[in-house]
């Protein structure tokens, strides 16, 4: 955006166009129907390659939206010219002719794996970002892949659990997930192993302010990437890995290096009690095999748990309650600063871990918790998508059964509004209170869109049993349903 801001003629509309102030995947895109975007771009490049000396030239080419050729005349003009059947293969010619220009420096190029789409250039290697398929793709058709998969090779996506990190992009990559990465895809052949040249981390930073926090997010990932790459599938040993970083830990220390030790967080996952109304928390230890035992608090002196899951029952006296649990060296019992504290706080009220039902399941990549999600006393906070949120693509009824007749003061849900992320609002919630979970009336009913999230309030000091939730997905994206693998949701809490 801030090269059409500065040179509105390569634009398809010819501008003016604005530098974004946010992050995103921009409608406004180069022409690929104008000679001068060429020669820009070979300028810049011929700078890049004078300043950096490596065989391989990156590209980008990825997240280009196709809307804005498929109206330019002189895009269509291109494509007629050429006789392209459509915006893929208009991107493909425009990928093939950057690559004519870097080959013919002595370079070669590579990309994001959306230049794969309407035909790869002839000697261009892949970086496969969105999942594996496009590394795949590209090792069939002997080219070059570096691997990249969101999934094991983010190290801007949470390292922990989100409650207790830093606010991040979203995700759930932990090091002992990126430790399991095996860059050679299951899907290749033996004699195509070797288009597999290794594996990237990458560290965007639209929710990174300062090189420290880089460092947390990068360390120790990056570490357990650097043995996945460097030893023999057979050689590798997480125990082992997990029990050497103490070691690097150390000496990380004295380099000053602010590595995160979200490694040793303790994990909380909360479940329906075995009444209605009791939430129970299960500890999950963080390293298997580590010499280190787990401590909890609820008011500042720590107990022991047990080296596993353990549940405990909350009930609802008080209304709310808070706990801490942490690491601790088995050595001496004491809790030490170098072990992060996972905090909990749950706020309980009539529908807190009570009888829920879903007339539709979330969304897999937005299930993490499943339908207890709704009910298990924490309040969902903005941005911490995967654990404190449900997602659906289609309309959801949600039931709760109080169990018996109750006044209400008021019905409510968390929904949450990033439209960059493709999460969005749901056009209309209705609120429905019945006594026999047969016959409901309406109880509230919203419609408004906001922005960030908001708790959606039904109506207020009614007497009921029951309530059901119901949430439409916006008809209307705003951007396109699933592009770079991505998928519009709308997400409650
Ligand atoms: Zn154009």
């Avoid at 690929?32 to 975007?37: E, I, K, L």
Wanted: aromatic share 8%; hydrophobic share 35%; with cysteine.
């Amino acid at each position: 955006m801030a090269a059409l801001a500065s040179y509105p003629e390569l634009g398809c509309t010819g501008g003016p166009y604005e530098v974004n102030k946010g992050w995103g995947v921009f409608e406004e895109v180069f022409c690929a129907g104008n000679d001068s975007t060429f020669a820009m771009l070979e300028g810049v490049l011929a700078e890049v390659m004078e300043l950096f000396p490596s065989e391989l030239i990156h590209i980008g080419g990825d997240e280009c939206p196709k809307e804005s050729w498929k109206a330019c005349s002189k895009c269509q003009a291109r494509k007629k010219a050429h006789d392209l059947k459509d915006e893929h293969e208009l991107q493909s010619y425009f990928i093939q002719r950057i690559e004519k220009f870097v080959n013919s420096k002595g370079r070669k190029i590579i990309g994001w794996d959306e230049i794969l789409e309407g035909g790869l250039a002839p000697n261009a290697a892949v970086m496969s970002w969105r999942g594996t398929e496009g590394g795949v793709a590209a090792a069939k058709l002997k080219h070059n892949v570096v691997m990249s998969p969101g999934s094991h090779c983010y190290f801007d996506h949470y390292q922990g659990d989100p409650a207790n990190e830093p606010l991040a992009i979203g995700g759930y990559t932990t090091v002992q997930k990126v430790y399991s990465y095996e860059p050679i895809p299951v899907e290749l052949k033996p004699d195509q192993h070797k288009y597999i040249l290794g594996a990237q981390g990458n560290v965007w930073t639209e929710y990174i302010l300062t090189p420290e926090h880089v460092e947390y997010m990068a360390v120790p990932r990056m570490l357990a990437l650097a043995e996945v790459l460097w030893i023999p599938k057979e050689k590798r040993d997480e125990a082992d890995f997990i029990r050497r970083l103490e070691a690097e830990f150390l000496r990380l220390e004295g380099m000053k290096v602010n590595a995160s030790k979200s490694l040793y967080q303790v994990r909380l996952r909360l479940e329906q009690g075995h009444f209605p109304g009791m939430v129970k928390v299960n500890f999950i230890p963080p390293v298997k095999g580590a010499p280190l035992s787990m401590k909890w608090t609820d008011d500042g002196n720590w107990t022991s748990v047990a080296d596993e899951l353990r549940p405990r029952a909350l009930t609802d006296q008080p209304s709310s309650t808070s706990m801490q649990v942490c690491m601790v060296d088995t050595l001496d019992g004491q809790v030490r600063k170098k072990f992060p504290v996972t905090r909990l706080s749950l706020a309980f009220n009539k529908a807190t871990a009570q009888k829920i039902t879903l007339s539709e399941q979330p969304h897999e990549r937005y299930n993490e918790g499943g339908a207890f999600t709704l009910v298990d006393g924490i309040t969902a906070q903005e941005k911490r998508v995967n654990t404190e949120w449900l997602g659906w693509r289609k309309g959801v009824t949600i039931t709760m059964d109080l169990g018996s007749e109750q006044e209400i003061s008021y019905v409510g849900i968390g929904a949450l509004n990033e439209t960059y992320s493709w999460i969005h609002m749901p056009d209309v919630v209705e609120f429905l209170v019945s006594s026999d979970g047969k016959n409901f009336t309406s109880y509230g009913h919203h419609t408004e869109n906001k922005d960030g999230a908001s708790r959606i309030r039904g109506g207020e000091n009614r007497q009921g049993a029951l309530c059901a939730h119901r949430g439409e997905a916006p008809r209307q994206h705003p951007r396109g349903s699933s592009r770079s693998g991505r998928t519009s949701v709308v997400v409650l809490g």
